[in-house]
């Protein structure tokens, strides 16, 4: 593979996974934290309405959980090119 190649499959690679993962952070946050909230509101979690949850804490967690699974893919895409 020649050398522009590569970098192109990484980079489109990479943005492949921006984009997805910042489309599951999308629903998680703006769906379950807005749009969704009175469904969700019948749950409890931690003795909260599990709607404000999601809005208020929950859509944390699940930007670091996604956070970590950015890290896992890209060092998982830098051992694919060679790059550790």
Do not use: C, T
């Not at 489109?12 to 009175?38: D, P, R, T």
């Not at 309405?49 to 893919?73: E, N, T």
């Amino acid at each position: 593979m020649e050398k522009q190649d590569w970098r192109k499959a990484y980079w489109k690679a990479n943005v492949k996974y921006v984009l997805i993962l910042l489309a599951i952070w999308f629903v998680v946050s703006y769906g379950m934290g807005i749009l969704f909230v009175e469904p969700l509101n019948q749950f409890k979690m931690g003795g909260f309405p599990f709607g404000f949850w999601m809005a208020q804490q929950g859509s944390m967690y699940v930007f670091v959980i996604l956070i970590l699974i950015y890290v896992k893919l890209i060092n998982r895409l830098d051992k694919k090119h060679n790059l550790k």
